[in-house]
Structure formats: structure tokens, C-alpha cells
């Protein structure tokens, strides 16, 4: 979040100084009126650049939002499995999945890279540990059927912490950030000498234009970044949070 903050200071700071070097050189340069074509063109390039991180962003919201979903309906159905198993090994593994599920919702809430750390060699030894058991007892009730449908149901909710990891570091590259606030500078300098014909800057007009770009690469950059921000995905842990409890009040 503070690199967020810092990038769209420095954007727009340099935003308003290209915008004056623009005007200063155009009034040098006597091209005002040259530069319209070629402003044209660049400010659109920008606004494409900008729909697609916009879109791209969107796009890995939802997805990340969609693996909550997927990960919550995987342990509740691997939850349920368990009736499967022999009565006298249920309650061990029912607890162990309600301490891996608490575990699951720590590694993302967590406030620190520490505390998430903590909680994710948490969830790891309690995978190793309910698929020991759990396997274990299924193979002791002699039925491959009961095998099968434990282990996969386990497989679907482990491998899903594995997606999950990966949509969670999964951004375009910084050559991309870097690439958007070159674009806009450029974009900005070349509006300055635009309006060097003009007896002065019409700073009101510059300023919204700068903030209204600056507001927008900062919630692209948000939503890009949704456990940092003000636009989150921790809502959806709600279904984490539903799931666990269900489990806690049921029989």
C-alpha cells in the first residue's frame, strides 16, 4: 500500500512538472500547434494501455475472489467424506480440519509476513497429518471405493491452496508500472507544448487531468493488490469464516 501511495505521488508531481516543461519548450520552440496529432496519439495509447491494466486487474480480482469459493466447497466436501470413514477415527480428523481450515484463513489475514508465514507451515503439517490419517483409515475399512473418494476430496483441497498461492502472486510485470507512468509523463509534456500558444497554463483544467489519472493507476494498482488496499478480497473470507463455523456446530 505505501508503494502505492509513493508511485502516485511521484506520478503526480511529475505530471504537473512535465506539464510546465512542456509549455515552457513549446514557447521556446514556437510548435505549439504542431504537437496536436502527436498528442492525439500518444494520449491514446496511454488510455489503451490503461484499459488493459484496468481490465487485467479486474480480471485477477474476480479469479481470486472465485478461489475462496472453490477452496470453501473443497473442504466442505472433503469435510463430509469423513462420514465415510470408520466412527472411532472421525473425531481426530474432524478436529484436525477444523484446525486447518483456522489455519487457512490465519495465512491470509495475517497482518505481518511473519504471522503469515507461521500460518502457512501450519496448514502444511496439518495436510501431512489429516492425509496420513485420513488415508489410513480409509484403507482400514477394505473398501478402494472409500479410498478413492477421501483422497480425491483431500487432493482437491490441498491442491487448491497451491492455486491460490500462485493467483496471489500473480501481477504483470514492473516494466508494465514503469512503462504507464513514462507514458503519462510523455503523454503530459507533449499536452504542455500543445498549449504554449496559450498566454498560460489553464491549471485548474491540468490539475483535474493529472488527478483523474492519478486516481485512476491508483485504484488499478489496488485492486491489483487486494489484501494491501481499500478495495480487498477479505469479504469473501466470509465463506472460510461460514465454513468453519458449520463445522464447530455441527454434530
Not at 498528442?39 to 484496468?54: I, K, N, P
Not at 491442491?159 to 516494466?175: F, L, V
Not at 491549471?203 to 493529472?210: M, N, P, R, Y
Request: net charge neutral; no cysteine; charged share 15%.
Amino acid at each position: 500500500m505505501n508503494s502505492n501511495w509513493l508511485y502516485s505521488a511521484l506520478l503526480l508531481v511529475g505530471l504537473l512538472v512535465s506539464v510546465q516543461l512542456g509549455f515552457v519548450l513549446g514557447k521556446r520552440l514556437g510548435r505549439g500547434a504542431d504537437a496536436g496529432a502527436l498528442s492525439g496519439a500518444v494520449f491514446g495509447l496511454l488510455g489503451l494501455l490503461l484499459a488493459f491494466a484496468f481490465s487485467g486487474a479486474t480480471s485477477r480480482f474476480e479469479e481470486r475472489r472465485a478461489l475462496i469459493t472453490q477452496e470453501a466447497n473443497a473442504i466442505g466436501t472433503a469435510y463430509l467424506r469423513l462420514d465415510l470413514l470408520p466412527p472411532d477415527r472421525q473425531a481426530g480428523l474432524r478436529l484436525a480440519m477444523q484446525q486447518y481450515v483456522q489455519s487457512r484463513i490465519d495465512s491470509y489475514q495475517a497482518e505481518s509476513p511473519e504471522a503469515r508465514r507461521k500460518a502457512a507451515m501450519q496448514s502444511a503439517q496439518l495436510q501431512q497429518k489429516i492425509w496420513t490419517e485420513a488415508t489410513g483409515a480409509a484403507l482400514a475399512t477394505g473398501n478402494t471405493a472409500v479410498l478413492s473418494l477421501v483422497a480425491s476430496a483431500l487432493n482437491e483441497m490441498f491442491d487448491i491452496t497451491t492455486t491460490r498461492m500462485a493467483a496471489t502472486h500473480n501481477h504483470p510485470p514492473r516494466i508494465i508500472d514503469l512503462m504507464l507512468f513514462v507514458l503519462a509523463l510523455m503523454s503530459a509534456l507533449l499536452a504542455g507544448v500543445s498549449m504554449s500558444s496559450e498566454s498560460r497554463l489553464p491549471w485548474l483544467q491540468i490539475v483535474v487531468f493529472a488527478g483523474v489519472l492519478v486516481v485512476t493507476v491508483f485504484v488499478i494498482h489496488d485492486i491489483e493488490y487486494p489484501r494491501l488496499g481499500f478495495i480487498r478480497v477479505d469479504a469473501a473470507d466470509q465463506l472460510l469464516i461460514d465454513t468453519l463455523h458449520s463445522f464447530r456446530t455441527a454434530r
